[in-house]
């Protein structure tokens, strides 16, 4: 019989919770309980600052991350404050997870809306705000596990690029989005999470380069794919929508037309 030598992950919930905050209201965070904790703001805006880390502005739908034993702050904004909800977390195992994601970095993640962690993440928070049955706290270990199996696997510890010259920074992101544009699941984020900037400075790098931002880039690349793929085969619009990128044929359909200006069906037709 194989012998698993699995090593021990063992990681639990401390506590939780959630807050609007009042303008301008501000944050010391002295986390001396040995915990870490995530924040995940659902609405507004505010800034976070951590240890050897500068203070950014941080908005819904990004997610800030108080390292154990680290002194970090934050400040809801004065006109939009924020309101977020946390997690704190214990256990060897939530460490070692962490630290095989790149949210040490920064400290950190900007709009993870989309990804199987934040989906995660809230249906954690959900269920901790429910009553505790044994079914309710065995789904809670349950995805626990998940919060950090999709962490690792959304957004894993790539070597840093921030040396890597911009020119060769945005051959990558060029490549990058060329290669894999007929996943569903290839965005602007994914894109600047594997590059470790942020999407103010790819923003900039496309400008720079191609005149055209990385998203309409990206959307070029699709519609330029459809194209060759209506006046060449008779594959249908379902088909040529998952073929460059897209989950359904209506959206699609109505990206195409403003692309385009006319629809698949005209286009096919002309």
């Known amino acids: 019989m194989p012998n698993l030598n699995i090593q021990n992950l063992e990681s639990y919930i401390m506590f939780y919770g959630r807050q609007k905050c009042k303008p301008d209201e501000f944050f010391q965070g002295d986390n001396l309980r040995k915990n870490d904790i995530f924040y995940y703001i659902i609405s507004g805006t505010g800034s976070f600052t951590s240890s050897r880390h500068h203070a950014v502005k941080l908005k819904a739908g990004d997610l800030f991350y108080v390292p154990r034993n680290q002194t970090c702050s934050f400040q809801a904004d004065h006109d939009e404050p924020w309101e977020y909800f946390w997690i704190g977390l214990a256990g060897y195992g ?40 044994l079914l309710n706290n065995l789904q809670i270990s349950a ?36 290669q894999n544009y007929t996943d569903p699941s290839c965005n602007i984020v994914e894109l600047c999470n594997r590059l470790g900037v942020s999407r103010s400075f790819l923003y900039s790098l496309f400008r720079k380069n191609t005149k055209i931002s990385p998203q309409k880039y990206l959307m070029q690349l699709r519609m330029e794919a459809a194209k ?3 006046q060449n085969t008779t ?29 698949p069906n005209v286009f096919r037709g002309n």
């Open 94 to 133: 939530v460490n070692e997870s962490i630290k095989a994601s790149n949210l040490p970095n920064k400290n950190f993640l900007r709009q993870i809306q989309k990804t199987a962690f934040y989906q995660t993440l809230n249906d954690l928070y959900q269920c901790l705000t429910k009553k505790k049955t």
């Open 143 to 178: 995805l626990t596990y998940q919060l950090f199996y999709h962490l690792v696997k959304d957004f894993p510890n790539h070597p840093p690029v921030r040396k890597t010259p911009k020119n060769d920074q945005y051959q990558i992101a060029i490549n990058y989005l060329q």
């Open 228 to 230: 060759k793929e209506l």
């Open 235 to 263: 594959s249908n619009l379902k088909e040529i929508a998952h073929k460059v990128g897209y989950g359904d044929e209506f959206t699609f359909s109505k990206a195409f037309k403003r692309y385009s200006g006319v629809s």
